[in-house]
């Protein structure tokens, strides 16, 4: 229905307007909740409440605590909460002080979207794949539904999704990530080519499974330049393996790979799906720039860490002592987090997260570029 009325006010302005018609002409969607699928680039503690909490340093520049997220604040799943005038995501899997009025967030640290055969203990693999995560949605929607339905009064529904809001919600998907780093551990490279597509198709089901379960707004980010994740580079790399960027080459190379996998996956998708509005996000181009231009925006050169210790070949991940020749190395954060892209060799500080956000929410690396405000339109006028 929604859609429909759509087509009508589109099909007026473009007769109205001189230009071509562009989603921002439409009205904005008032989004009134968002629900993520993730791993622990959008994880707002959904790790910290399964497993160990997150620990100091960890979210002393925003929340003035560990806030179970991989940063020392807001992650750009939360700039983009707050765009839409929406609180912090409550994760599914934690228990306490949760409110899942406007949304959940089902991303946990570590998930990839093929299930993996690892052991979690030895490579920080999370069971919570994405096609797990998906079960976790139905679950929910099917639970809080049927509470919303029962509760009589307005206090016992307060912190539960409307019922009528699952299907006008903004469906955000950030993963992809661990399955590179699984790919890399685990694979020679003609072996992890090949399995590229199956990687990218099981993306596609879980956005197919969802809009069978009624979800129709969708805002897909891509993979970001792992090759650039300073912890990587700290491992005796040699100048022939590095880009101009000064990343890894051969890695970035399969995040690109993916990336062009998923892109024409997500084009498809939107002939499979005819009522939903599919938006794909480069979040590799927006990181990569980023990186590349760490001076001129008043960051620190985009290799160093802000928390974490790694010299040589002695490596303290941020929050964690090692003895080393009778003194302790602790491993805590830089003094001024704000100057720095990388938190703690793998994820964005909060100032990176910022300029992220605010460069992918206008839509500038968005296909259709549309603003995220604007995503439940479809670009089908053009
Ligand atoms: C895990 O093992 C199963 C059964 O051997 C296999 O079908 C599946 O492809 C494996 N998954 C990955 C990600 O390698
Ligand atoms: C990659 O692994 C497969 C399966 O183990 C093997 O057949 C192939 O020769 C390997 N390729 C290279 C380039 O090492
Ligand atoms: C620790 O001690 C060993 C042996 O005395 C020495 O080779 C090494 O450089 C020392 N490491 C550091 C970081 O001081
Ligand atoms: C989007 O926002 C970024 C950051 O403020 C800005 O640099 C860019 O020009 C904007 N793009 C568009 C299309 O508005």
Redesign the pocket.
């Known amino acids: 229905m929604e859609m429909v009325k759509v087509s009508v006010v589109a099909l007026i302005l473009s007769v109205l307007s001189v230009q071509t018609v562009e989603g921002k002409d439409f009205p904005p969607c008032n989004f009134r909740s968002v629900y993520n699928f993730g791993d622990s680039n959008s994880d707002t503690g959904g790790g910290s409440a399964a497993f160990y909490p997150a620990g100091p340093p960890s979210g002393e520049t925003f929340f003035g605590r560990p806030a179970g997220r991989g940063s020392d604040g807001r992650l750009i799943i939360d700039f983009i909460a707050e765009h839409l005038g929406l609180p912090h995501l409550s994760p599914y899997l934690d228990s306490i002080g949760t409110s899942y009025r406007h949304g959940a967030n089902f991303a946990v640290g570590g998930s990839t979207i093929r299930p993996q055969n690892e052991s979690m203990s030895l490579n920080g693999v999370s069971p919570f794949s994405l096609n797990i995560q998906f079960i976790q949605y139905n679950q929910f929607k099917a639970r809080t539904s049927y509470l919303y339905n029962q509760a009589k009064k307005n206090y016992y529904r307060k912190h539960l999704p409307r019922t009528q809001d699952f299907s006008q919600a903004l469906y955000v998907i950030d993963i992809g990530q661990n399955d590179m780093a699984a790919g890399f551990r685990l694979?020679?490279?003609?072996?992890f080519q090949a399995s590229m597509p199956d990687i990218v198709e099981q993306l596609a089901e879980a956005v197919q499974n969802l809009y069978d379960q009624g979800a129709r707004i969708f805002w897909i980010h891509n993979t970001g330049p792992i090759g650039c994740l300073p912890v990587t580079l700290h491992y005796h790399l040699k100048p022939d393996e590095l880009d101009k960027q000064g990343c890894l080459k051969s890695q970035n190379d399969f995040a690109v790979e993916f990336n062009r996998q998923l892109k024409d996956r997500v084009i498809k998708l939107r002939t499979e799906l005819p009522d939903a509005a599919l938006t794909y996000v480069d979040m590799y181009a927006a990181k990569y720039e980023l990186i590349g231009k760490a001076k001129q925006q008043g960051f620190v050169d985009a290799a160093e860490i802000c928390c974490g210790f790694h010299e040589d070949d002695i490596h303290v991940y941020c929050g964690n002592k090692m003895q080393l020749n009778g003194t302790e190395i602790y491993a805590g954060s830089c003094e001024d987090p704000s100057k720095y892209i990388s938190w703690d060799g793998v994820h964005y500080t909060e100032a990176a997260n910022h300029w992220i956000a605010n460069h992918i929410i206008n839509g500038s690396f968005s296909d259709p570029p549309l603003p995220i405000t604007h995503a439940c339109h479809k670009p089908s006028l053009e």
């Open positions: 694979k020679n490279d003609s072996e």
